[in-house]
C-alpha cells in the first residue's frame, strides 16, 4: 500500500518528499524542489534522485532559474519499494509506473529531463503519448535506446559476478557503484529483464524540443551526435566528464537549466 503524502507547509525552497502509488500500487517517491514551472527529472540505473539530481547540485541550478525540480525515485531505487516478485516486473513497468505517477501530480504542462536509464524511459514514455514541452536525454546515444540488449546483458552478468569482480575487472566500477546504492541485485536483475529496446520508429515522436546532453568522455550508450542527428528538434550539448562523472559537475546542472530557461 503506497505511503501518504507528507503533511504541513510545503516551502519552495525546501525539499519535500511524497509518496504515490506506482503499478500495482508499489510506492513511487517524488522530491520536490522549488516553485515554478514543473520539470520531471528521471534518474539513471542504480542510483537515484538524491545522486544524480540533489547531491550535486544540478535540483538547486533549475529551481534557483526559476522551476520546480520534481524528482522521482524509479522502483528498486532511492526510497521507492523494491518488490521481488516476478509478477511485479511486467513488461516496461517503469513505464507503467510513470503513466500513474505523473498525471497523478496534476502538473499541467510541464518538462522532462532524464539520464541514461531515465533518458530512455523519457523517450518510452513520449512514444506511449506523454507530450512533455521540451526533453532533456542526458548520458544517452542512439545505440542505448535501438540496441539496449548488449548494455542490458552487461548489467545481468555484472549481477551475476556480484560479489566476484576484482578490481581491473570491466564490470567492477559499476558493481562497486551498485553496492554503494545499495540497490537489491534480485530486484534489480527482475527490473532489468522488464526493459525492452526502443525502435528507431519511435524516435520521430520526439517532435519537441531536445537537448541531448552527454559527457566528452561518454560512449556508455552509444553515440549521442548520432541520436541527435536522428530526432526532429534536437541541439547537442557536451559537458566535462565520462557517463559516472559528469553528473558531478556544474557544467550538468548549469546546461539543463540554460537550455529549459532559454
Not at 519552495?12 to 520539470?39: K, M, N, Q
Not at 528498486?76 to 510513470?98: E, K, N, T, W
Not at 522488464?194 to 566528452?216: E, F, K
Request: one cysteine or more; aromatic letters at 6%; glycine letters at 10%.
Amino acid at each position: 500500500m503506497a505511503r501518504h503524502p507528507a503533511q504541513g507547509r510545503r516551502m519552495s525552497d525546501e525539499l519535500r518528499t511524497d509518496f504515490l502509488p506506482g503499478h500495482g500500487g508499489a510506492a513511487i517517491a517524488v522530491h520536490r524542489l522549488g516553485a515554478g514551472a514543473p520539470v520531471v527529472m528521471l534518474h539513471g540505473l542504480g542510483s537515484s534522485a538524491q545522486i544524480n539530481w540533489i547531491r550535486y547540485g544540478t535540483a538547486r541550478r533549475i529551481a534557483d532559474a526559476g522551476f520546480e525540480a520534481i524528482m522521482i525515485d524509479q522502483r528498486v531505487h532511492g526510497r521507492s519499494d523494491a518488490p521481488q516478485q516476478a509478477s511485479d516486473y511486467p513488461p516496461d513497468v517503469l513505464a507503467l509506473d510513470m503513466e500513474a505517477v505523473i498525471p497523478a501530480l496534476g502538473l499541467g504542462a510541464f518538462d522532462l529531463a532524464g539520464y541514461s536509464m531515465g533518458a530512455r524511459l523519457s523517450v518510452a514514455l513520449v512514444h506511449r503519448g506523454l507530450a512533455p514541452r521540451r526533453l532533456v536525454l542526458g548520458g544517452m546515444g542512439l545505440e542505448g535506446l535501438t540496441d539496449w540488449l548488449p548494455r542490458r546483458q552487461f548489467f545481468l552478468d555484472a549481477l551475476a559476478r556480484f560479489d566476484m569482480s576484482k578490481p581491473g575487472d570491466a564490470d567492477y566500477l559499476s558493481i562497486q557503484f551498485l553496492k554503494t546504492t545499495k540497490v537489491d541485485p534480485v530486484a534489480l536483475e527482475r527490473l532489468l529483464l522488464s526493459m525492452r529496446d526502443i525502435g528507431h520508429a519511435a524516435l520521430a515522436d520526439l517532435t519537441m524540443p531536445t537537448l541531448v546532453l552527454c559527457g566528452v568522455d561518454d560512449s556508455d550508450n552509444g553515440s549521442a551526435d548520432a541520436l541527435a542527428a536522428a530526432l526532429p528538434h534536437a541541439e547537442r550539448a557536451s559537458i566535462p566528464g565520462n557517463h559516472m562523472s559528469c553528473i558531478t559537475k556544474p557544467e550538468f546542472g548549469a546546461a539543463i537549466a540554460d537550455y529549459l530557461a532559454a
